[in-house]
């Protein structure tokens, strides 16, 4: 088992700025790819982006592509996201992910975290 716990999130202007962390527990974190989903209301989750194992390659959904970085810590267990240039529409529950090996930019994650509220205030 692996457990995820986010901080991080809060409430933030438009056009701020916001850092996400999730810390990994359980098992060998650099096993695991890592990902980060949100969830708005009334909507599906979705993918935001995702990193491998050694963090050398990275991914991001279109819609934050240039705006949230993704990075890891295999030292300190833990996954970041840095939210710059924060909208409206990214407010949402995110959630941190871990995946055995293989990094996916779909929801086919083998662990979750309980996610951290983002909201951005116009």
């Known amino acids: 088992q692996v457990q995820l716990v986010e901080s991080g999130g809060g409430l933030v202007q438009a056009g701020g700025s916001l850092r996400l962390s999730c810390a990994a527990s359980?098992?060998?974190?650099?096993?695991?790819?890592m990902g980060w989903f949100r969830q708005a209301p009334g909507k599906e989750r979705e993918f935001v982006a995702a990193?491998?194992?050694?963090?050398?390659?990275?991914y991001y959904a279109d819609s934050v592509k240039g705006r949230f970085t993704i990075s890891r810590d295999n030292a300190k267990n833990t996954v970041y996201l840095q939210m710059n240039s924060l909208k409206s529409e990214d407010t949402a529950i995110y959630y941190c992910?871990?995946?055995?090996?293989?990094?996916?930019?779909?929801?086919?994650?083998?662990?979750w975290g309980q996610g951290t509220q983002v909201t951005v205030s116009t």
């Open positions: 992910a871990a995946k055995w090996v293989v990094v996916v930019t779909t929801s086919q994650y083998d662990y």
């Open positions: 359980g098992r060998p974190f650099s096993n695991y790819a």
């Open positions: 990193i491998s194992r050694g963090g050398t390659s990275t």
